[in-house]
């Protein structure tokens, strides 16, 4: 399967999903509320903290169906790897939904501080997501699947399609049917029901049939438990860096004030729907690279993917970092909302962009198997930054919480990098630091700077707000582009060409 191919893919099928979700968002909080937006927010937070319980199943999962694909394994083997852990998925997802279920009356009354929602509200909504967050479990195990085997072309089709149900049809439900944030999670439950069953189908088509039928086997899960242990304890380390400050506003904000951080943490997360396409594209490749130690092409897909991901994710970074409040005000038309959400979406938008530089470096990582690094790593960061954020949470606020996501993502970048080249392509290192962060960063940042000029006074004019944004986002891209040399010596050929004809 060609890596462009699926690089598009993604960027189609992941970017249509991405706008189903933040197209519909203010009208959720028109038809429901900035508190019960909050829930959403905290069901979401639930989702990554719950994750752990997958025990590093669905990155294993990922990363042996590419190695099946390269060879490395029978197709016995790989289906007797998938029964075994469908089944300790499943059984680990109905024990999910049952205790979320058993805790939701204690959540909704001694947690959450809700003003205009009654606890009894609370308490089913969250009992509902119950369900949702037990089905996103097992969706997950099958979604790496279908990436490990390279059907990515497929999957994105899918889930643009389920993407496009569960959005409209959540409005269709709160504008037509309910009006209720019981309603919006009873449809996204349904919804989910038809993605596993969806995309459960697809992975078990791409496999070859077998004589002999697929069946719970330890030996295979004994095989995969050294790789499964690392990725278990770097998912636990990177939540409680990254979900900490979560937690703690969930439980010293009110519901709605805690809702509007979601919301800045929501546009944010869109830099990852830039990031993600084009690492899990790469990934199975370097997955096949790193096997058959392939040191040279290997350390071309690495750098080509770093400066690429650079490239496209610093204009949209920049352009939320230096016009945060524009950005909101453009998107749901409050200007309330966006001075009071503003500030925090430019902090989340910087910490975010430093994060998503090292996914490159840790797919890398991944692909030789190499888990004990980022566990050191994440386990000196754990022991530092976890007190600061119980001393800056109370003292300074989600504002406190949003600096101290910058300051970890940047020791990550200037750190865990150079630990990392010691070992792995030791002689890339410069070159990842100069042409596949500096330079794109740099032009990127100029243009944006020097069209602040031109940006509207007042967030009064949605119109102008939304025409700057898209102006200067595009030309801020257009300057990243050009540091890119693949682009550079595609674009030029092929201007001469015009000028020649």
Not at 232 to 258: M, Y
Not at 275 to 299: K, Q
Not at 475 to 481: F, K, S
Request: aromatic letters at 10%; one cysteine or more.
């Amino acid at each position: 399967m060609s890596l462009r191919r699926n690089v598009i893919a993604n960027y189609l099928g992941q970017g249509w999903a991405a706008a189903m979700g933040l197209a519909f968002v203010p009208l959720y909080i028109r038809y429901l509320g900035m508190e019960a937006y909050g829930l959403i927010g905290l069901f979401a937070l639930m989702q990554a903290w719950l994750g752990l319980l997958d025990m590093g199943m669905t990155p294993t999962l990922g990363r042996e169906m590419a190695r099946f694909t390269a060879g490395a394994r029978s197709a016995q083997s790989i289906r007797n790897l998938l029964r075994s852990l469908e089944i300790v998925c499943f059984s680990v997802a109905i024990a999910i939904g049952i205790v979320v279920w058993a805790a939701s009356g204690w959540l909704a009354s001694d947690w959450l501080k809700a003003d205009r929602l009654s606890a009894g509200v609370v308490q089913s909504a969250i009992a509902v997501m119950a369900l949702v967050i037990a089905l996103r479990f097992v969706e997950a195990l099958y979604r790496s699947a279908l990436f490990g085997l390279q059907r990515q072309v497929w999957f994105n089709a899918v889930n643009a399609a389920i993407a496009t149900l569960r959005g409209v049809g959540a409005i269709v439900v709160l504008a037509g049917i309910s009006t209720t944030v019981e309603a919006f999670f009873l449809w996204q439950a349904f919804v989910s029901l038809i993605s596993v069953i969806v995309i459960a189908a697809g992975v078990h088509s791409s496999l070859p049939r077998t004589d002999i039928p697929a069946r719970l086997s330890l030996k295979a899960l004994h095989e995969i438990r050294g790789f499964a242990g690392g990725m278990l304890g770097i998912a636990l380390l990177s939540l409680l860096l990254t979900q900490v400050d979560k937690v703690l506003l969930s439980r010293l904000l009110t519901l709605e004030a805690f809702g509007k951080y979601t919301l800045a943490a929501t546009v944010a997360g869109t830099l990852y729907l830039v990031v993600t396409p084009i690492t899990a594209a790469l990934y199975p490749r370097l997955v096949e690279l790193a096997s058959n130690n392939d040191g040279g092409e290997l350390a071309s897909v690495y750098q080509r993917g770093a400066q690429l991901v650079t490239a496209l994710t610093a204009p949209a970074a920049l352009l939320l970092a230096l016009f945060g409040d524009g950005v909101l005000f453009a998107w749901t038309g409050n200007a309330g909302l966006a001075h009071s959400a503003g500030p925090l979406l430019s902090a989340l938008a910087c910490g975010t962009f430093l994060n998503g530089l090292m996914y490159m470096p840790y797919q890398l990582q991944l692909a030789h198997g190499w888990t004990s690094l980022a566990l050191k790593v994440n386990a000196v960061a754990v022991a530092v930054l976890v007190p600061a954020i119980f001393w800056i949470v109370p003292a300074y606020g989600a504002i406190g919480a949003a600096w101290v996501w910058i300051a970890l993502n940047a020791v990550y970048v200037i750190v865990s990098i150079d630990l990392m080249h010691r070992r792995l392509l030791p002689a890339e290192k410069s070159r990842w630091y100069l042409s596949g962060i500096a330079s794109p960063l740099a032009a990127t940042g100029v243009t944006l700077l020097l069209l602040r000029v031109f940006q509207p006074n007042v967030l009064h004019d949605r119109i102008g707000w939304s025409a700057f944004l898209v102006g200067a986002g595009l030309a801020a891209l257009v300057a990243a582009a050009f540091t890119v040399k693949d682009f550079r010596m595609r674009i030029f050929p092929s201007m001469r060409r015009i000028r020649n004809a």
